[in-house]
């Protein structure tokens, strides 16, 4: 098992910037590839940005540029930098671990099996 758990959340003004931690525990060797994750009512929750055990990382078009998803496998400790947020991106960002390496990092949310609880973004125009 893989514990994970998100901090950074918060509310900023459109154009600022936050980013997002996620420290794993447990079983972490068993981590092939990591994700961030976010979900607004009613609607599925949308894989945003991952990256492999080696390093390379993917992006979904909506936060291109704007996002950097990045590791410190010292540390166990997965970051997500927002910058230039819109008030688009508000929502409930999860971390997310998964065994499955580059298959599940082309974004398949239903290839992660472990997930925090989930950290509030709220972007205001």
């Known amino acids: 098992q893989v514990q994970l758990v998100e901090s950074g959340g918060g509310s900023v003004q459109a154009g600022g910037a936050l980013k997002l931690s996620c420290v794993g525990s447990?079983?972490?060797?068993?981590?092939?590839?990591m994700g961030w994750f976010r979900q607004t009512p009613g609607k599925e929750r949308e894989g945003i940005a991952t990256i492999l055990s080696r390093g390379s990382t993917n992006y979904a078009d909506s936060v291109k540029g704007r996002f950097t998803i990045s590791a410190d496998n010292t540390n166990n400790t997965l970051y997500l930098q927002m910058n230039s947020l819109k008030p688009t991106d508000t929502a409930i960002y999860y971390c997310?671990?998964?065994?499955?390496?580059?298959?599940?990092?082309?974004?398949?949310?239903?290839?992660?099996?472990?997930w925090g609880q989930g950290t509030q973004v709220t972007v205001s125009s």
């Open positions: 997310a671990a998964s065994p499955m390496g580059w298959v599940a990092c082309l974004l398949r949310t239903s290839l992660f099996h472990s």
């Open positions: 447990g079983y972490t060797y068993t981590i092939q590839c």
